[in-house]
């Protein structure tokens, strides 16, 4: 668990050459030599020359470049329903606790959204609510009903686990997409704390894994925060 109650990420998996791997996918598409001379040739131990081609590859938009690596993250203390909102991105791979297997034998744990534990009476209600919960869920696994059946009753705010791969492409996408102020704040926490992850082996990142306004140069949103002009005007 984190001081704060939300999202413990935790990176344990990437490429040990994701700079070089990017940059010989980059040079192949604009050279007669092969893959593996661009990989081991002088440039590609130079990350200065790296960062400029790769730069400017994917500001031209030739993403395919970056689809190559590959990262992993173990993910625990969010709320099914920032599950499913993570669950929602097409290029992502999951393993999540299971609620059919993984029974609970006592109150499981959940998490109080802030608009509702800075409200004193109401994070009051709200944990008797989910003692509640508890006590009927267990009701029904000790009377024979499977757990499978029994989780019907166990509400978005439960707490999961899982591991989550994606590439870095989507990396990309994810990190400009939630991390929008315009994003609920579980998720913005969770996608925040991957990035740091990345970011703190592959510091390079840092310019990439941002809000889509930072990277756009402008808010594309409905209603915006104003931290950008509002596409049009």
């Not at 593996?36 to 040739?41: G, P, V």
């Not at 960062?51 to 031209?60: T, Y």
């Not at 997409?177 to 990142?205: F, G, H, N, S, Y």
């Not at 941002?210 to 949103?221: A, I, N, S, T």
Request: with cysteine.
């Amino acid at each position: 668990m984190t001081k704060d109650g939300y999202a413990q990420v935790k990176l344990i998996s990437k490429p040990e050459n994701m700079l070089k791997t990017i940059y010989t996918a980059c040079r192949t598409c604009y050279s007669s030599d092969s893959p593996l001379n661009i990989y081991e040739c002088d440039n590609a131990q130079d990350n200065e020359k790296m960062l400029k081609l790769i730069s400017r590859v994917i500001s031209s938009g030739h993403y395919s470049t970056i689809e190559h690596i590959q990262v992993s993250f173990a993910i625990s203390n969010i709320s099914r329903a920032c599950s499913h909102q993570l669950v929602r991105h097409r290029h992502m791979s999951f393993s999540q606790k299971s609620q059919r297997y993984v029974k609970e034998k006592e109150q499981f744990e959940y998490l109080i959204p802030d608009s509702i534990a800075e409200n004193q009476e109401l994070k009051e209600k709200f944990e008797n609510f989910m003692g509640e919960i508890s006590a009927f869920y267990l009701e029904l696994t000790e009377k024979g009903i499977p757990a499978e059946d029994a989780r019907a009753v166990l509400p978005n705010a439960a707490s999961t686990s899982m591991v989550a791969s994606l590439n870095l492409r989507e990396m990309i996408h994810l990190a400009n997409l939630r991390l929008c102020t315009r994003a609920q704040k579980e998720i913005r926490i969770l996608v925040k704390r991957m990035c740091d992850a990345l970011t703190e082996e592959e510091p390079w990142l840092k310019d990439y894994l941002v809000p889509k306004c930072e990277r756009l140069g402008y808010c594309d949103e409905d209603k915006s925060c104003g931290r950008k002009q509002v596409k049009g005007n």
